[in-house]
């Protein structure tokens, strides 16, 4: 039998001879610490560092499940030693035992305390990964929304609901399988890799040297798979994102499908996406599949290094029977982690593209910043100036010219003119959901980019022409905008705005669910719960934005006698099409091409006989303008 000094210098020959492979390992190496700022896991795992504990505790688990997974084929061993070799095994030399039954009782013990083990410790790994893949994903999925809430209006006008909905979701939920069964894997291939490769050297240097010759290719060929996949699942997931915009714009559409008969239409282009998601993964399946069988033949040739070369040192003499046979089955439990190795990897890559989309939003920039500035909303009067404000949008488009305009505390604002002559934007720059291109906004005089944007925006209570109702009651939709609201407070306020008796009438009155955007209400119900809900949050500043458009004249006329009482101490802002709703305003003004070119009272603004003059005679049917 070779002595150590043998074996190590032999063992260094062969070293020698493979350092090219040694090369591949050191590039390897360098490859990962490459990858490790573009890399998408090493950021989600820079994410979970405040679960580290709990991440040690449950690699541990993994590891010791691992390594009393792996001492089976020991136990082989010991039992082939017993056999041959009688009292002069390992087991009866170590515990001076002579009797061969006494001995495999001694391996039986052996056994059963490392299968429970083993199986104690896979209970508590899967149970702490599967925590930990919860929390993880909860956490990513709060901190996203949390980063979406704070987004500029810019961003949501540029992108799909349905394409933040699936990274919020889908991209999330693909990260939780890998963190619940992935990371495990990985972990376990590792310790199964290092503790044969250990026994193998221990064994005989030489075996151990040309069993595990193909390593590095497996270690290049998984690097080499994670790049070239890499760019497939991204494509993959940017597939899903398509889908899941069109079908969530379409759901949201369907009455306007149905009444235009464009079923058969709507359902070709979601075919035509849902098939380039499924020829995306495909692509992506086509390549990933490959892996395993590549992965299979480069072990064999393990396993028949150990199998022919460990079979003739054992029959030289130069290895223990017992030893080859732990050998043998110890290299067909490399076998089945390394197999598995393309399933893991193709985990990763999803996951990784995953991450990609997640982190991606995470590292948004948001370019409404927040003030410091958070005065008691009681304590906001409701001045606002508007001084020499100029506005476009991203893509060039300039909507506001020189707008010079101050509103007095507790006055009623008209705000009129054609479309697209800058009334809304105007307002969207009050509530800051976007910043002028020039100029300055301020709000008691102090610049409205001072302000919290929490206070700021609660200081202002906006009725949209476009109302949104959430899915949920009649009383939870008005609550929304002042969660402390008694039931009496919110009667009160639809009282107010003229929705009381419609409300009562329903069989569950307030507590009726309006259904999703509010579409089992008509267009007028929903504007009255809209000014309802502006009401209640009694803000020193009330926007109007065509409130009642949707209204029939007879509601209006008392609707408008209520808001002139109740609004008279605010500060508001009445825009229209319908000169009727702004002709009691203190004063009105007239937008035209982004600028101010009329304003004053409507008797005033009648003998300018300007455009707005113009505007009230096409409204009201004057005769001259149709000779």
């Known amino acids: 039998?070779?002595?150590?000094?043998?074996?190590?210098?032999?063992?260094?020959?062969?070293?020698?001879?493979?350092?090219?492979?040694?090369?591949?390992?050191?590039?390897?190496?360098?490859?990962?610490?490459?990858?490790?700022?573009?890399?998408?896991?090493?950021?989600?795992?820079?994410?979970?560092?405040?679960?580290?504990?709990?991440?040690?505790?449950?690699?541990?688990?993994?590891?010791?499940?691992?390594?009393?997974?792996?001492?089976?084929?020991?136990?082989?061993?010991?039992?082939?030693?017993?056999?041959v070799k009688g009292e002069d095994s390992w087991v009866g030399n170590y515990f001076h035992l002579t009797d061969k039954f006494e001995q495999l009782?001694?391996?039986?013990?052996?056994?059963v305390a490392i299968w429970m083990s083993e199986s104690l410790f896979e209970y508590m790994f899967s149970i702490e990964w599967r925590k930990l893949a919860q929390d993880i994903q909860h956490s990513l999925r709060m901190d996203c929304y949390r980063k979406v809430q704070h987004l500029d209006i810019a961003y949501f006008e540029d992108q799909s609901s349905g394409n933040l909905i699936s990274v919020l979701n889908d991209d999330i939920n693909q990260l939780e399988r890998f963190l619940d069964g992935g990371i495990n894997?990985?972990?376990?291939?590792?310790?199964?890799?290092?503790?044969?490769?250990?026994?193998?050297?221990?064994?005989?240097?030489?075996?151990?040297?040309l069993s595990f010759a193909t390593m590095p290719l497996i270690i290049w060929g998984s690097v080499w798979f994670q790049n070239f996949l890499s760019p497939r699942y991204r494509f993959v997931r940017d597939k899903v994102g398509l889908?899941?915009?069109?079908?969530?714009?379409?759901?949201?559409?369907?009455?306007?499908?149905?009444?235009?008969?464009?079923?058969?239409?709507?359902?070709?282009?979601?075919?035509?996406?849902?098939?380039?998601?499924?020829?995306?993964?495909?692509?992506?399946?086509v390549v990933s599949a490959l892996f395993t069988p590549l992965i299979r033949m480069l072990v064999m040739i393990g396993f028949l290094m150990t199998m022919l070369i460990g079979g003739k040192l054992a029959l030289d003499g130069q290895i223990e029977v017992g030893t080859y046979s732990v050998l043998v089955f110890l290299i067909q439990r490399l076998l089945w982690p390394?197999?598995?190795?393309?399933?893991?990897?193709?985990?990763?890559?999803?996951?990784?593209?995953?991450?990609?989309?997640?982190?991606?939003?995470?590292?948004?920039?948001?370019?409404?910043?927040?003030?410091?500035?958070?005065?008691?909303?009681?304590?906001?009067?409701?001045?606002?100036?508007?001084?020499?404000?100029?506005?476009?949008?991203?893509?060039?488009?300039?909507?506001?010219?020189?707008?010079?305009?101050?509103?007095?505390?507790?006055?009623?604002l008209g705000l009129v003119g054609g479309t697209g002559s800058g009334k809304t934007t105007l307002i969207k720059l009050i509530q800051r959901f976007y910043d002028?291109?020039?100029?300055?906004?301020?709000?008691?005089?102090?610049?409205?980019?001072?302000?919290?944007l929490s206070i700021l925006r609660s200081s202002i209570a906006v009725v949209s022409q476009?109302?949104?109702?959430?899915?949920?009651?009649?009383?939870?939709?008005?609550?929304?905008?002042?969660?402390?609201?008694?039931?009496?407070?919110?009667?009160?306020?639809?009282?107010?705005?003229?929705?009381?008796?419609?409300?009562?009438?329903?069989?569950?009155?307030?507590?009726?669910?309006?259904?999703?955007?509010?579409?089992?209400?008509?267009?007028?119900?929903?504007?009255?719960?809209?000014?309802?809900?502006?009401l209640i949050a009694n803000a020193p500043v009330i926007i109007l934005d065509e409130a009642t458009s949707a209204v029939d004249n007879v509601t209006e006329a008392k609707l408008q006698k209520n808001l002139d009482a109740l609004l008279k101490d605010k500060t508001t802002i009445?825009?229209?099409?319908?000169?009727?709703?702004?002709?009691?305003?203190?004063?009105?003004?007239?937008?035209?091409?982004?600028?101010?070119?009329?304003?004053?009272?409507?008797?005033?603004?009648?003998?300018?006989?300007?455009?707005?003059?113009?505007?009230?005679?096409?409204?009201t049917g004057a005769p001259e303008l149709f000779n």
């Not at 291109?437 to 302000?451: C, H, P, R, V």
């Not at 639809?494 to 509010?518: L, M, N």
Request: with cysteine.
């Open 338 to 412: 390394l197999t598995r190795l393309g399933q893991t990897l193709d985990l990763y890559q999803r996951a990784s593209a995953s991450a990609a989309r997640a982190f991606e939003l995470l590292e948004t920039p948001a370019t409404i910043t927040d003030g410091s500035y958070k005065p008691e909303i009681s304590r906001i009067n409701g001045r606002l100036h508007f001084d020499d404000i100029h506005f476009s949008y991203n893509d060039g488009s300039k909507v506001l010219n020189n707008v010079q305009l101050e509103i007095a505390p507790g006055e009623s």
């Open 1 to 83: 039998m070779a002595t150590l000094t043998e074996k190590v210098d032999t063992t260094t020959k062969i070293f020698e001879i493979h350092m090219p492979k040694a090369r591949v390992c050191g590039l390897f190496l360098i490859q990962v610490y490459r990858m490790k700022n573009k890399n998408q896991m090493f950021k989600l795992f820079t994410y979970a560092r405040s679960y580290r504990l709990r991440i040690y505790k449950a690699s541990i688990y993994s590891v010791l499940n691992k390594i009393f997974d792996l001492a089976p084929p020991l136990l082989i061993g010991l039992a082939v030693d017993v056999v």
């Open 574 to 619: 009445i825009i229209a099409h319908r000169l009727s709703t702004v002709i009691h305003c203190d004063r009105i003004v007239v937008l035209e091409n982004g600028s101010i070119s009329e304003s004053g009272t409507h008797q005033e603004l009648i003998h300018s006989q300007g455009l707005y003059y113009n505007l009230w005679n096409v409204q």
């Open 185 to 209: 894997e990985i972990l376990q291939i590792i310790t199964t890799v290092l503790i044969i490769g250990s026994i193998y050297f221990i064994k005989d240097p030489l075996l151990a040297v």
């Open 436 to 452: 002028p291109s020039q100029g300055m906004i301020t709000l008691d005089g102090k610049n409205i980019a001072e302000y919290n």
């Open 243 to 285: 889908l899941s915009g069109e079908l969530s714009n379409n759901l949201q559409g369907m009455a306007t499908i149905k009444s235009f008969a464009r079923e058969n239409e709507d359902y070709d282009k979601i075919s035509t996406l849902s098939k380039a998601y499924v020829s995306a993964n495909e692509n992506a399946i």
């Open 466 to 534: 476009d109302v949104y109702l959430f899915h949920g009651t009649i009383k939870d939709n008005i609550r929304f905008a002042c969660p402390s609201a008694t039931d009496e407070e919110i009667r009160l306020a639809c009282v107010q705005s003229c929705v009381d008796d419609f409300i009562t009438a329903f069989p569950k009155g307030y507590d009726t669910i309006v259904g999703e955007r509010g579409q089992k209400l008509s267009g007028g119900q929903k504007q009255r719960i809209s000014i309802a809900r502006a």
């Open 105 to 111: 009782i001694v391996v039986a013990v052996a056994t």
